[in-house]
C-alpha cells in the first residue's frame, strides 16, 4: 500500500503541472503514454519477443507522424499510408506475421484517437480533463469500497471475480454525483443538459473501459500490462477507464460543438 501510494502522489506531481501549465509539459505527458502505454499494447503481439529491432520504434513514430500532422487534411491519408505500411511488412519479415500487423494497426488507430481526443478537448477547456478524471476516479474509488462494504453479487466473475454488481452500481452513483457538481460549480459555460450527459455517461463507461482491459489481461493470462508503475502496474492499467472516458466526451463534445 505505501508504494502504491507514493507512486500515486508521483503521478500526481507530473500529471497536474502539466494540466495547469499545457505547453511543452503537456507534450511530454502525451509522450510518455504513447511510448510506455505503446510499448505494453504492442508487446500483446504474438511474436513481439522476435520483431526486427526497427518495427517497434517505427511503429511509435507512426503515431507521433499521425498525431502531431500539421495539416489536418492530411492525417487521414498519412494514418491509411501506415496502415498499407504495417499490412505489408509480413511479406519482407519471417517474424513478424498478419496478426503482429493487425496489433500494430489497433495501437497506431486507438493511440490516435485517444490522443487526438485528449488536445481537442484540453483546447475546448482545460477543466474538461479534470471533469474527466474527477468522473473515472471517483467512480472507481467508490466501486471499490461499495464492493468492499455491501458486495454480494458478482458482476461479471468470468472477467473480473472480485467485482460486485453493488459496486458497480455504486461506483456509477458517486461518479455522477461529483463530476455533475464539479461541472456545474466550475465549468459556467456547460449547458445543464451537458452536465447531465457527462455526468451519466462517464462512470459508466469507465466501468466499461475497466472491464474491457481486464477481459485482455485476462485473455493473455498476465495480471499487469507491466511494472513501470510500482503498486499500480502498468501506464495502460492506469488509463484503462480514462481511455475510453476521453474517447466517450469527446463524442459529448463534438455534439456540444455542432
Known amino acids: 500500500m505505501k508504494t502504491r501510494i507514493i507512486t500515486a502522489l508521483g503521478i500526481l506531481a507530473f500529471i497536474i503541472p502539466a494540466l495547469y501549465y ?31 529491432f526497427l518495427i517497434q520504434p517505427l511503429v511509435i513514430l507512426s ?31 519471417e517474424h513478424f506475421d498478419a496478426n503482429d500487423a493487425l ?20 483546447d475546448a477547456n482545460p477543466l474538461y480533463i479534470w471533469l474527466i478524471i474527477i468522473a473515472t476516479y471517483c467512480c472507481d474509488t467508490a ?29 456509477w452513483l458517486l461518479g455522477a454525483l461529483c463530476s ?13 443538459w451537458e452536465m447531465v450527459a457527462a455526468a451519466a455517461l462517464l462512470p459508466f463507461s469507465g466501468q466499461i473501459g475497466d472491464l474491457a482491459f481486464s477481459a485482455i489481461k485476462r485473455c493473455l493470462g498476465i495480471k499487469d500490462f507491466s511494472n513501470i508503475l510500482p503498486g499500480h502496474g502498468g501506464v495502460l492499467d492506469r488509463l484503462d477507464s480514462l481511455i475510453f472516458n476521453f474517447i466517450c466526451f469527446r463524442l459529448i463534445l463534438a455534439v456540444i460543438l455542432l
Open 63 to 93: 503515431t507521433f507522424t499521425t498525431i502531431f500532422c500539421p495539416y489536418e487534411g492530411l492525417t487521414i491519408a498519412i494514418l491509411g499510408c501506415w496502415m498499407l505500411i504495417f499490412l505489408a511488412v509480413p511479406v519482407f519479415f
Open 103 to 122: 496489433v500494430c494497426i489497433a495501437y497506431l488507430s486507438f493511440f490516435y484517437i485517444f490522443a487526438s481526443s485528449f488536445m481537442m478537448i484540453y
Open 180 to 192: 455533475f457538481i464539479f461541472a456545474y460549480f466550475c465549468i459556467p459555460d456547460m449547458m445543464l
Open 22 to 52: 499545457g505547453e511543452w509539459l503537456l507534450l511530454a505527458l502525451i509522450s510518455f503514454i504513447i511510448i510506455f502505454g505503446g510499448m505494453e499494447f504492442l508487446g500483446l503481439a504474438p511474436h513481439a519477443g522476435s520483431w526486427p
Open 143 to 171: 466501486a471499490y469500497f461499495t464492493g468492499f462494504l455491501m458486495g454480494r453479487h458478482k458482476l461479471n466473475p468470468r472477467i473480473s471475480p472480485k467485482k460486485t454488481i453493488e459496486g458497480s452500481v455504486g461506483g
